[in-house]
């Protein structure tokens, strides 16, 4: 059966410094891969997506970036922080549009 | 992307039917309507999904009109578990991406 990591459950980091959240399927090949944010109170907010192996769309100006280095792994990344990316960062998998499987989330706090 | 109307909240009793209302009416032809819901806390998770006939899983029912233009879940009898956001989402086959509306907060009174 096909599983979904996501680490670390819980962050706080100082501002100005980096981030690297990461996401990784198992037990299926070339999926399509997201991130996606929610900040206090609001809604879910697509930020990348992925189709195969260093493709990244990004769906937001902002300021973080992500990569996809192996077929089941998927990276968020930020040189450094800005107290407006604190929010709930969720990591998502599907394969031909046929269930979108949601991570357990990272909560990050920006301080 | 079809646009998509849902309440902003609802209020159900324990052990009672709930029928969550989606207007879309600008959905194409080939858009599934997918229903995702979000406990507190958590990641989204998959509820159903369908495209023109109703739909029935072990977690609830799918109503959708004749028409398409709107949808209907049923959750036949509410736990306290089920209190969560509601999410309809038309996605179109082929499409890469979900993209989430504000949904519907359901709460479930005891």
């Known amino acids: 059966s096909q599983t979904i990591h996501q680490w670390p459950a819980t962050l706080v980091q100082p501002v100005g410094s980096p981030l690297s959240l990461e996401c990784t399927v198992e037990?299926?090949?070339?999926?399509?891969l997201y991130w996606y944010r929610q900040a206090a109170g609001r809604g879910l907010q697509l930020l990348f997506y992925s189709v195969g192996i260093g493709q990244i769309s990004s769906e937001v100006p902002q300021n973080l970036s992500a990569s996809r280095p192996q077929d089941r792994q998927f990276i968020l990344s930020s040189k450094k922080l800005l107290l407006s990316d604190s929010g709930f960062y969720l990591c998502?998998?599907?394969?031909?549009?046929?269930?979108?499987?949601f991570g357990s989330g990272t909560r990050l706090t920006v301080v | 992307d079809a646009k998509t109307t849902q309440p902003n909240s609802m209020e159900s009793n324990e052990e009672e039917p709930v029928h969550l209302p989606c207007n879309h009416s600008?959905?194409?032809?080939?858009?599934?309507i997918h229903w995702y819901r979000q406990l507190p806390s958590q990641g989204p998770e998959y509820v159903i999904h369908?495209?023109?006939s109703n739909v029935n899983n072990r977690m609830a029912s799918l109503a959708i009109a004749e028409d398409r233009k709107s949808s209907t879940l049923i959750l036949h009898r509410a736990t306290l578990r089920d209190a969560a956001v509601y999410y309809c989402i038309p996605l179109q086959g082929g499409s890469e991406k979900l993209v989430f509306g504000k949904g519907t907060k359901l709460t479930v009174n005891p």
């Open positions: 369908g495209l023109t």
């Open positions: 600008t959905i194409s032809g080939t858009d599934y």
């Open positions: 998502a998998w599907s394969y031909s549009n046929y269930g979108y499987t």
């Open positions: 037990g299926t090949s070339n999926p399509n």
